[in-house]
């Protein structure tokens, strides 16, 4: 069984034109395989907080930096939207100087399962995946 038929989903309403002051990017920036698509549109209809996932990096962590994903009603302004895997992913101008090229994967496995960051920006990663440094 596939991904896409282990999971049903319902569709997300569709974002034509980015709102005003938010730029339209591309999957240079981020982009999400088909696994983790699928995983984020079924959270979506799942958690109703918002139609995008705004991926953010802060200060923290055990390498010094760490992602954070949270769903968002819209965009802010100066927000970057990348359309991805399914999902409008929406990123902040700060965050994307680190996370420029940045692949999020979803896993189902019992052991290390959940999203996983590919980041070749960073020079270091802590074994949980969840923070790194530059």
């Known amino acids: 069984m596939s991904v896409a038929e282990s999971t049903a989903v319902a569709p997300l309403p569709v974002v034509t034109l ?13 982009k999400l ?13 799942r ?19 760490s992602y954070k994903l949270r769903f968002a009603k819209e965009p802010k ?15 902040d101008p700060k965050t994307a100087l680190y996370l420029k090229g940045t692949v999020l994967d979803f896993s189902n496995k019992l052991i290390a399962g959940g999203f996983k960051f590919s980041n070749p920006n960073a020079k270091a990663s802590c074994s949980c995946g969840e923070s790194f440094s530059v």
Request: charge should be negative; charged fraction near 20%.
């Open 47 to 65: 958690e109703q907080q918002g139609d995008f996932l705004r991926v953010a990096i802060s200060g923290g962590g055990c390498n010094g930096l």
């Open 77 to 91: 302004k100066g927000d970057i939207l990348v359309r991805t895997g399914g999902v409008a992913v929406i990123v």
């Open 18 to 30: 980015p709102p005003e002051g938010v730029r339209e990017g591309n999957e240079n920036l981020v």
């Open 33 to 45: 395989t088909e696994a983790a698509g699928v995983k984020t549109r079924a959270l979506i209809v």
